[in-house]
Nanobody
Framework: QVELVQSGGGLVQAGGSLRLSCAAS????????MGWDRQAPGKQRELVAT???????NYAESVQGRFTISRDNAKNTLYLEMNSLKPEDTAIYFC??????????????WGQGTQVTVSS
């Protein structure tokens, strides 16, 4: 299994920046993809950004150009740099680690979630 521990987040004013971290431990050799989801009150869970083991990234349209996902494979740590934050970015953010099998991604583990609140 893979254990993921998140840090960062908090309260920031609109236009500000925050950085989230997600440290992986356990069977980290299994990890291929990593990413961030978020869950806002009353809304469906949304995929925010993903990154492959080779460094290819993908972003939700709502965060494109403002958020940057990165990973340090030597430290088994995933990051999400969030700039130009908007009140609509307010949510609980979850990191995850995944692997591929038969062309499908399956989750190895989830972080505990961290609250990001953006005030207007």
């Amino acid at each position: 299994q893979v254990e993921l521990v998140q840090s960062g987040g908090g309260l920031v004013q609109a236009g500000g920046s925050l950085r989230l971290s997600c440290a992986a431990s356990g069977s980290t050799f299994k990890i291929e993809n990593m990413g961030w989801d978020r869950q806002a009150p009353g809304k469906q869970r949304e995929l925010v950004a993903t990154i492959t083991s080779g460094g290819s990234t993908n972003y939700a349209e709502s965060v494109q150009g403002r958020f940057t996902i990165s990973r340090d494979n030597a430290k088994n740590t995933l990051y999400l740099e969030m700039n130009s934050l908007k009140p609509e970015d307010t949510a609980i953010y979850f990191c995850y680690a995944g692997a591929m099998s038969g062309g499908y991604e399956y989750k190895l583990g989830w972080g505990q979630g961290t609250q990001v609140t953006v005030s207007s």
